[in-house]
């Protein structure tokens, strides 16, 4: 006799499942009110819009005939906050310049909410719960409040999978999407692997096509620049995300070995798909897989995309729709990055149905009982990763060269860990030699500053020092009022350079 039929024959088993009102105001507990309350905790914060008044700024200039990139300088991209995409981006999100800032944002954020349920949707989620456990995930809740490119992404994803076999709206669908998030370019391997090499190469033609266009009113001197804006861009970013080759770096290897690691990682992965072409859907994950991997810079809002992957797999609530949920936006604050970093890529590589087959997850019990220890689990993650982030203060910085010493610049993030009244801080330069350095972090008025000795490796330097008594005042304020200071960084016979602290 099965446990349903028994469930069935013994009443005192049917009086002890919870009544069918008492599970559904569980599940609208748990995966609608509590996502809903959380993202309006969320927008309330600081930092609502952060990555679309860059999409906003560059779209503007673009419409004005300028360029809408900054200098390829640390001191420019220290922030996070300026255009660094494609020309034909700036073009397609020229509609929302058009309007009011704050009429053009909530638009956005409205439509990046739509997208992730209308994804669900084109991949076949019928299941309401999938899009709840979605929405308490990190990654969904920073895509919706940053208002960056993966929501509409995502729903870009899931129409070019539903409508794979479509040529020419294929092609139009991968162009887009390759354009918008260059590190999505690999997915043209997946068409191509699969016999769907006419949508590959008009995909292609229609990117190349595109570029030249949307490049066109920015000049010639805009698209020769571009490559040393992604290069500069990734020397810095890819020292704090969440990528295979960021891994490498925390681990000690050089930048240059760390990328052609991962791009020989990448390329076994896309051979691999390629000689598994007759299944589609595994052939489309080892693409995806191989993006990820290939990409110097991934963000932990990009594993938004994976939910395409998990929906096909999974279309109904199960254990790897909320895997991400500890998932921060970066490792920058975060004790043991590399662990942190490890932890992630195993979550891509469950959502992606590459660690776990898809009938292996009956073997770990009930589905029920499956869903709530991995609830608990990620639980315990995020936990773990808040108490690592709130245990100090991160502060950053832009540096540029104070006076002479033309393309001197840098960055500069300072941790603050204030039980033990220490100051940690990690320095990223251009342009400046190797070799000892001083740290200075000074009141911009007037006060006693805090000098550090610290050594410059390969452009960087990092270390801690515990603040003696009398620089504890100064501590507080890199805490309260972290605007009120700045850091200086000096090289023998080199030019200072230095910054304003800004809070984060």
Do not use: N
């Not at 010639?220 to 804006?229: A, N, V």
């Amino acid at each position: 006799m099965s446990a349903g039929e028994l469930a069935i024959r013994d009443p005192d088993l049917r009086s002890a499942r919870l009544p069918r009102w008492a599970r559904q105001a569980f599940w609208l507990t748990l995966f609608a009110v509590l996502p809903t309350f959380l993202m309006g905790r969320l927008i309330a914060q600081h930092g609502l819009g952060w990555d679309f008044r860059a999409f906003y700024d560059g779209a503007r200039a673009y419409l004005h005939g300028a360029s809408p990139y900054p200098r390829d300088s640390l001191a420019a991209l220290a922030d996070k906050q300026e255009f660094v995409y494609p020309a034909p981006t700036a073009l397609l999100l020229a509609p929302f310049a058009l309007l009011p800032y704050t009429v053009a944002l909530l638009l956005w954020l409205v439509l990046s909410i739509a997208s992730i349920a209308l994804a669900l949707r084109v991949v076949g989620v019928r299941d309401w719960r999938c899009f709840g456990a979605l929405m308490l995930t990190l990654p969904a809740e920073h895509s919706v409040r940053l208002g960056t490119l993966g929501p509409p992404m995502l729903l870009l994803l899931a129409l070019l999978w539903r409508y794979r076999d479509r040529v020419v709206l294929a092609a139009v669908l991968a162009a887009v999407l390759a354009l918008s998030k260059v590190f999505l370019a690999p997915l043209l391997f997946w068409l191509a692997f699969t016999r769907r090499l006419r949508s590959a190469v008009l995909a292609a033609v229609l990117a190349g096509l595109l570029c030249v266009l949307a490049w066109l009113p920015l000049g010639e001197s805009t698209i020769l620049s571009y490559p040393s804006l992604l290069h500069a861009l990734a020397a810095y970013e890819q020292t704090f995300s969440y990528s295979f080759t960021s891994l490498l770096v925390g681990l000690g290897a050089e930048p240059t070995v760390a990328t052609v690691l991962a791009a020989l990682a990448g390329v076994a992965l896309l051979c691999l798909a390629y000689t598994r072409r007759s299944d589609d859907e595994l052939v489309f994950r080892l693409a995806l897989a191989a993006c990820f991997v290939l990409s110097p810079i991934v963000w932990g809002h990009y594993l938004l995309l994976l939910a395409v992957p998990v929906a096909l797999r999974w279309p109904r609530l199960g254990p790897a729709w909320v895997l991400a949920l500890w998932v921060r936006s970066d490792t920058l604050g975060l004790h043991y990055a590399s662990v942190w970093i490890v932890c992630a890529m195993l979550v891509m590589a469950v959502q992606l149905g590459l660690l776990v087959p898809r009938g292996d997850w009956a073997r770990f019990g009930p589905a029920r009982v499956r869903l709530a220890f991995v609830v608990a689990a990620v639980a315990g993650l995020q936990l773990v990763s808040l108490s690592s982030a709130e245990a100090g203060y991160t502060r950053s910085a832009a540096l540029s060269a104070l006076s002479g010493g033309r393309g001197a610049s840098g960055a500069a993030s300072l941790r603050i860990v204030r039980p033990a009244h220490r100051l940690c801080w990690r320095i990223w330069t251009q342009a400046l030699p190797s070799r000892a350095a001083v740290i200075a972090v000074e009141p911009r008025v007037v006060g006693q500053a805090v000098v550090l000795a610290t050594r410059i490796t390969d452009a960087q330097a990092q270390g801690c020092a515990v603040l003696p008594t009398w620089d504890r005042t100064l501590l507080r304020g890199l805490i309260g009022t972290p605007r009120r200071y700045r850091v200086l960084v000096a090289v023998p016979g080199r030019p200072v350079i230095g910054g304003p602290l800004s809070g984060e």
